[in-house]
Nanobody
Framework: QVQLVESGGGSVQAGGSLRLSCAAS????????MAWFRQCPGKEREAVAV????????YHADSVKGRFFISHDNANRLLYLQMNGLKVEDTGMYSC???????????????????WGQGTQVTVSS
């Protein structure tokens, strides 16, 4: 069973930066695709970014493109989300997720990810 543990959340003023980390119990076929999702107050959970840990290919949601950057460190079984230019509307619970495959390339569909961490809170104030 893959285990994921996030860290790095906190409170920051608008315009600031945070780096989230997700420690995985393994890097294997089961975690070929790793992603960050978030749930903002009053909104449904949304995909933020995904990475193929073997190919290195990434996708970012339009809402964060150019501000957030997903990366990984396979040797240390870590997934990162560098968040720059944070906005108040980025406030939410950020969770990492992993999946062996992404049917149809639908990386934005949380249902395609069987493994989840508990999440880390990010709060951005004006």
């Amino acid at each position: 069973q893959v285990q994921l543990v996030e860290s790095g959340g906190g409170s920051v003023q608008a315009g600031g930066s945070l780096r989230l980390s997700c420690a995985a119990s393994e890097i294997s076929y089961q975690t070929a695709h790793m992603a960050w999702f978030r749930q903002c107050p009053g909104k449904e959970r949304e995909a933020v970014a995904v990475i193929n840990v073997w190919a290195g290919s990434t996708y970012h949601a339009d809402s964060v493109k150019g501000r957030f950057f997903i990366s990984h460190d396979n040797a240390n079984r870590l997934l990162y989300l560098q968040m720059n230019g944070l906005k108040v509307e980025d406030t939410g619970m950020y969770s990492c997720a992993a999946a062996p495959t992404i049917p149809g390339g639908r990386w934005f569909d949380a249902g395609n990810f069987p493994y989840w961490g508990q999440g880390t809170q990010v709060t951005v104030s004006s």
